[in-house]
Nanobody, 125 residues
Framework: QVQLVESGGGLVQAGGSLRISCAAS????????MAWFRQAPGKEREFVVA???????NYADSVKGRFTISRDNAKNILYLQMNSLKPEDTAVYYC???????????????????WGQGTQVTVSS
């Protein structure tokens, strides 16, 4: 099993920046890709960005050029640096992990094996 715990969410004004983190523990060696998803009120959860252990990334079009994913494999921490935030970025942000052997480029939430509890990001206009 792998445990994921997000942190760093909060309230920020439009145009501002925020960095959220996800600390992984347990059998982390069993996972390859890690990702961020988000869910806004009244909407379905959507893919934001993923990164493999080797550092290959895959961004949703809506965040390209504004968000940057990174990971510290030694510390088992995943980061999401969010710049130029917009009110429509307001959501609960979830960290997810994918076991080795899965499609590391998948954006389908149903294919991810482990999930964190989420952290709220609110962008005011």
């Amino acid at each position: 099993q792998v445990q994921l715990v997000e942190s760093g969410g909060g309230l920020v004004q439009a145009g501002g920046s925020l960095r959220i983190s996800c600390a992984a523990s347990g059998r982390t060696f069993s996972t390859n890709a890690m990702a961020w998803f988000r869910q806004a009120p009244g909407k379905e959860r959507e893919f934001v960005v993923a990164i493999t252990r080797a550092g290959r990334t895959n961004y949703a079009d809506s965040v390209k050029g504004r968000f940057t994913i990174s990971r510290d494999n030694a510390k088992n921490i995943l980061y999401l640096q969010m710049n130029s935030l917009k009110p429509e970025d307001t959501a609960v942000y979830y960290c997810a992990a994918l076991l080795w052997g899965r499609n590391a480029q998948t954006m389908d939430e149903h294919e991810y094996d482990y999930w964190g509890q989420g952290t709220q990001v609110t962008v005011s206009s």
